[in-house]
């Protein structure tokens, strides 16, 4: 028997530290980690001991006997990643090079970090340097609620990827922890409130913004960014009063990303189904009046560099009463793609990729259900209308054949009529206040997560990015992990070399300087009451939790 990686995998790789037996690929230290859409079990080397089990936060690794239908897939997608990637062989260095390094802190100093950002990067970040004694954090962020994109951006309908709170209340359960909630940086505490009473500060403050795709049209009502779609699903306070006009037949979906899967599926879902869930009351309201019965996700390349990962491509062919429909000539391959699948010698994951569509392609649609269609080599041209989105204009895109898999547009014009184009083309870093910005990247200019006055510019001492404003905006939850501990570990050398100024200030003035300002930071406990307020409110009605979405209740909940 062998265990098996599923669809809620996040790639924080805890599994493949846990593992005696060196059988989950990539490891953090192999040059595909970066770019994996998930990780895999070898199913030749798994000893069957389930150490994995115990260390996933995601609950994503089954024994195969206790795989479900569509879990039983996975084996497959799992054993086809070592056909074309050295399995059995120790890749791996000694052991203790596996470890993070462990910078020298002496106990009778102590170093405090602010951690701007409440996300997983910042919790990765806090968790690495929290390992080490003398080491103090205060997490600051702008909502009262903590956890990021994990409670504001992980679709409701996933509850399994949100098992990874349960790590982050344990790592904000350390003595050595404070939350200073409902805390703007920038507006109740600057910059230099921070450098003055910390000897470190992390920006861990994610990509809050969305691309634009530069077409008329893109200002029309109905013409909405995906991410304001996400954050009023998931109850952000900031997009508690949106209105989405839903009585359209068809939306439109531009790009092809995650994000892009993650709206089409709560579009598209029975309401009952996300009744369970802890999607907003106020979007389970308007899901439940909605007419929208086609959803179009439009993407500018071919199938074989579509954004999406296989797991929530599958997540959404598998949608019951939901037709997932495929024009198999959209699905034509690049030369070089085309001639590496049909010789076998192409990237496994691609290969499941162009698999999956081309079985979806050969499945007959029925006029009863809901329908998701992908498109593929299509380009946004315009969106029309007039009052409101009437149709989109998209180009039929060609493969220019160098380099491999980029395309050109061609004169052939084809209008989609719709009702709604949501724009998932990714997030956006904004510039932080009194930090350089490199604007061609959106991301703050870094070294191993130490703030540069440029792009390969001189290091501004103690002052760290992680996450996504580090990064730029990709990767998954445990993507963060080895980002946040690069961040701890360049905290942690540079304060084990001297290279951090000790604080002149003290950091106990800083709840009364946030009061003098307007604010009413909101601590641990603060968040422990709207916690079990939340929860208490689901048990009651048979789901994980009802999100309180208004900051002043969130504020009443906290001070219960
Ligand atoms: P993404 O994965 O970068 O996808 C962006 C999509 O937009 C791509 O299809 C891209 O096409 C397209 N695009 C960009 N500019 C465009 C333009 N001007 N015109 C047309 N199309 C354009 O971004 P995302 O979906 O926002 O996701 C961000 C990260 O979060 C990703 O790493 C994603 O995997 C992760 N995430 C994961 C989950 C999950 O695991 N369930 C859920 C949500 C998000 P090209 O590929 O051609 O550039």
């Avoid at 951006?153 to 990874?164: I, N």
């Avoid at 491509?313 to 429909?325: E, I, M, N, R, Y």
Wanted: hydrophobic share 40%; aromatic share 6%.
């Amino acid at each position: 028997m062998v265990h098996v990686v599923t669809q809620s995998c996040c790639n924080d790789a805890g599994c493949v530290t846990a593992c005696p037996a060196n059988a989950i690929h990539p490891t953090p230290d192999e040059p595909g980690f970066a770019t994996a859409e998930m990780l895999y079990i070898d199913p030749s080397t798994c000893i069957d001991c389930g150490a994995c089990i115990d260390e996933c936060p995601v609950d994503a690794i089954f024994p195969e006997t206790e795989l479900n239908a569509k879990g039983e897939r996975y084996l497959a997608i799992n054993a086809a990643y070592y056909t074309d990637h050295p399995s059995a062989a120790d890749t791996r260095g000694p052991a203790e090079s596996r470890e993070p390094s462990m910078a020298k802190t002496s106990p009778e100093r102590t170093l405090r970090v602010a951690i701007v950002g409440a996300g997983p990067a910042g919790f990765y970040a806090a968790e690495e340097l929290l390992r080490h004694p003398g080491v103090e954090v205060d997490m600051f962020d702008r909502s009262p609620t903590p956890y990021g994109l994990v409670r504001a951006g992980v679709a409701p309908d996933h509850p399994s990827t949100k098992g990874v709170e349960r790590a982050f209340a344990s790592i904000a359960a350390s003595t050595s922890f404070r939350y200073l909630l409902n805390v703007e940086v920038g507006k109740h505490v600057m910059h230099a409130d921070l450098t003055s009473r910390y000897g470190a500060v992390i920006y861990s403050s994610g990509a809050s913004t969305d691309n634009r795709l530069g077409i008329s049209g893109e200002d029309l009502a109905g013409s909405i960014p995906a991410t304001d779609f996400v954050a009023w699903y998931n109850g952000h306070p900031d997009n508690a009063d949106d209105t989405f006009d839903l009585s359209v037949h068809t939306a439109v979906v531009v790009g092809n990303g995650n994000v892009a899967l993650d709206v089409a599926r709560i579009l598209v879902t029975d309401v009952e189904a996300l009744a369970k869930t802890d999607i907003a009351d106020h979007a389970l309201a308007a899901l439940a009046e909605s007419r929208v019965r086609e959803v179009q996700i439009v993407g500018r390349r071919g199938i074989a560099q579509a954004a999406y990962t296989n797991s929530e491509f599958l997540a959404l062919s598998d949608l019951p009463g939901v037709d997932v429909v495929i024009d198999p000539s959209e699905l034509t391959l690049d030369p070089s793609t085309a001639s590496a699948f049909d010789d076998r010698t192409l990237d496994s994951t691609i290969m499941t990729k162009i698999s999956l569509a081309r079985a979806v392609a050969g499945r007959r649609p029925t006029a009863r259900n809901k329908r998701v269609v992908f498109r593929y080599l299509l380009s946004p041209t315009e969106i029309r209308g007039a009052n409101g989105v009437s149709a989109l204009a998209c180009v039929r895109n060609e493969f220019t054949g160098s380099p491999s898999g980029s395309v050109t547009s061609t004169a052939d014009l084809s209008v989609v009529d719709c009702g709604l184009v949501m724009r998932a083309i990714g997030y956006r870093g904004r510039p932080i206040d009194c930090l350089p910005f490199d604007t061609s990247r959106s991301v703050v200019p870094n070294d191993q997560g130490r703030v540069l006055s440029e792009p390969a510019g001189e290091t501004i001492a103690g002052v760290y990015v992680a996450g996504w404003i580090k990064r730029g905006a990709s990767g998954g939850i445990g993507m963060n992990k080895r980002c946040g501990q690069e961040t701890a570990t360049s905290v942690l050398a540079d304060f084990a070399n001297d290279r951090l100024t000790m604080p002149t200030m003290s950091h106990h003035d800083l709840e009364e300087l946030i009061a003098a300002r307007g604010g009413t930071p909101v601590g641990s406990l603060g968040w422990l009451n709207i916690d079990r307020a939340e929860r208490a409110a689901g048990a009651r009605r048979g789901r994980r939790r009802v999100k309180i979405v208004r900051t002043d209740d969130l504020l009443r909940a906290a001070a219960r």
